[in-house]
């Protein structure tokens, strides 16, 4: 309910996407006065709120990345779905948006029943997350991708450390607060 969250700011479709059923999803959503949106689709104009996207769909696709030649005011910023055998179409996804000034947050992922890749296993450790048991990236392997971005100032990691020495709660990051608020100075500005 609206009056639930006041003053905190809502994600909208954590885990889903944005833009199907949009219309419902915007329907649904009105009430809340802080929030944005998550699509893995880039069709972001329509957005009138901060919206996330996440531009690596998997590997069930043939598309890279989507690149958005000239991001909208509302993209809040790239999220890039990241494991250690993705690591050069990540600097790639980096260049292709840090040089437009777009954020770039690296999400690290966690597999459940998938199966690391050969030469890979000794960057993952089975372990508990957040709430279940997932082979997840380790610490020293976190650290040796993030060294790479150490001076590029629009690159983050969702979760302030990952691995057996960090949390991924968001208690600890702060990218969405952050980037929400930049986000609606950058639409108010463009008005």
């Known amino acids: 309910m609206p009056e639930d969250v006041d003053f905190q700011i809502v994600r909208i479709n954590d885990g889903n996407d944005s833009n199907v059923d949009y219309d419902t999803v915007v329907m649904r959503t009105h009430q809340y006065r802080h929030k944005f949106y998550?699509?893995?689709?880039?069709n972001l104009e329509r957005f009138d709120s901060p919206v996330v996207l996440t531009v690596n769909p998997g590997e069930m696709t043939d598309i890279r990345f989507h690149k958005i030649?000239?991001?909208?005011?509302?993209?809040?910023?790239v999220r890039f779905r990241t494991n250690t055998w993705n690591t050069e179409l990540g600097e790639e996804c980096v260049r292709y948006y840090t040089s437009r000034d777009i954020p770039v947050v690296l999400t690290f992922m966690a597999y459940?029943?998938?199966?690391?890749?050969?030469?890979?296993?000794?960057?993952?450790?089975?372990?508990?997350?957040?709430?279940?048991?997932?082979w997840a990236i380790t610490t020293s392997a976190w650290h040796m991708i993030m060294e790479k971005y150490k001076n590029n100032k629009w690159v983050?990691?969702?979760?302030?450390?990952?691995?057996?020495?960090g949390d991924t709660h968001c208690r600890f990051c702060g990218n969405c607060?952050?980037?929400?608020?930049?986000?609606?100075?950058?639409?108010a500005e463009s008005k």
Do not use: Q, W
């Not at 030649?69 to 910023?77: A, E, G, Q, S």
């Not at 607060?177 to 639409?187: N, Q």
């Open 156 to 165: 983050y990691s969702c979760g302030k450390i990952e691995g057996e020495l």
């Open 112 to 134: 459940f029943n998938e199966k690391i890749p050969e030469g890979h296993e000794g960057a993952y450790v089975y372990r508990k997350r957040t709430l279940n048991s997932y």
């Open 38 to 42: 998550n699509t893995a689709i880039p």
């Open 177 to 187: 607060l952050r980037e929400y608020f930049a986000t609606r100075v950058r639409m």
């Open 69 to 77: 030649d000239i991001p909208p005011k509302t993209l809040m910023f």
